[in-house]
């Protein structure tokens, strides 16, 4: 067994496809089919089953996914640990929630990689609830998310910044233009909401749940974008990270309501595995996020 077959098999895995994992990971097909063999060999053990032109996991297949993720994260710490170089290189999995994207990451990111040219970030957008299992099984290596407080058993948290939940509509909404606006104004009004997954329109609906107020749900969609293009073209009021709007606020396309109703607490978190090593690379990201976009 070595490093280049899990990569292979992890990949097959992801795109249930040996012609696919092939041409992305620059093989002949006889060679993923060889390397995939030579693992089953040697576990004595099939890991994919092919069902029609499908291919799916085997429940073993499934168990080695998880190690097969460790097994790769110990070798990007090595690489980012080992060389005899100052400068820190090698690759970092980052998780990040994809509000997070609209501010200040991005100048965060180039910051980084102009300081520490020799780091690859890879970046893949996260929910609340895959997240955790992929820092634990080693999928990701640091995970930077909005969310309420995160307090799950086998994680750490290193950071965090209070962020803040708003609602917004075009300027010439009624609503845009009250000095109060509560849970009771929200009756019969459109909501523009994030998805059915997502802990911020969870914790509108209880809200408004609490106050006896029925939601008119308009539009759920994970695109704040989306939500936004919605709320300008007066279609309904968005509710969504305040730091996805600004933009748009600055251009005066929307309007932040004066919300006197309740506290929606959100943060900006960074979060580990408990047992994760914090190498000198994922140290140094922690601390550009931290000084410039979590101060």
């Keep these: ?18 012609t696919t994992t092939g041409n992305i990971l620059g093989y002949a097909q006889s060679t993923v089919t060889a390397q995939i063999k030579g693992l089953e060999d040697e576990l004595g053990c099939l890991l994919f089953e092919r069902l029609g032109k499908s291919i799916v996991l085997t429940a073993e297949g499934e168990k080695l996914c998880g190690y097969a993720e460790k ?3 110990l070798k990007r710490e090595i690489f980012l640990e080992v060389p005899p170089s100052k400068e820190p290189s090698g690759i970092i999995k980052l998780g990040i929630s994809e509000s997070l994207c609209y501010d200040s990451f991005p100048k965060l990111l180039l910051k980084y990689r102009r300081q520490y040219p020799k780091v690859d970030i890879q970046i893949q ?12 099984n080693g999928a990701l290596d640091l995970v930077y998310t909005l969310n309420p407080i995160i307090d799950e058993e086998g994680l750490l948290l290193l950071e965090k ?3 803040h939940l708003a609602f917004f509509a075009n300027p010439t909404h009624p609503l845009a233009k009250k000095a109060n606006v509560t849970e009771k104004d929200l009756k019969d009004t459109p909501l523009l909401l994030t998805s059915h997954n997502c802990n911020f329109r969870h914790m509108l609906l209880e809200d408004l749940k609490k106050h006896a107020v029925p939601p008119s749900v308009a539009l759920e969609t ?3 974008e989306i939500l936004k293009q ?3 073209n007066k279609l309904g009021i968005a509710f969504i ?3 996805t709007a600004r933009k748009e ?3 005066k396309k929307l309007k932040q309501l004066a919300w006197k109703g309740a506290d929606f607490p959100i943060y900006s978190q960074l979060i580990v595995y408990k047992d994760k090593r914090i190498s000198s690379p994922i140290e140094a990201l922690e601390k550009i996020l931290l000084e410039d976009g979590m101060e």
């Design 71 to 73: 097994m790769l994260q």
């Design 222 to 224: 994970s695109s704040k």
């Design 241 to 243: 990270p305040e730091m």
């Design 161 to 163: 910044k209070r962020e």
């Design 125 to 136: 957008f996260i929910t609340h609830e895959t997240f955790p299992a992929m820092l634990k």
């Design 1 to 18: 067994m070595n490093i280049f077959q899990l990569e292979t098999f992890l990949k097959i895995a992801e795109t249930k496809n040996f």
């Design 249 to 251: 606020i600055a251009a």
């Design 230 to 232: 919605f709320a300008i």
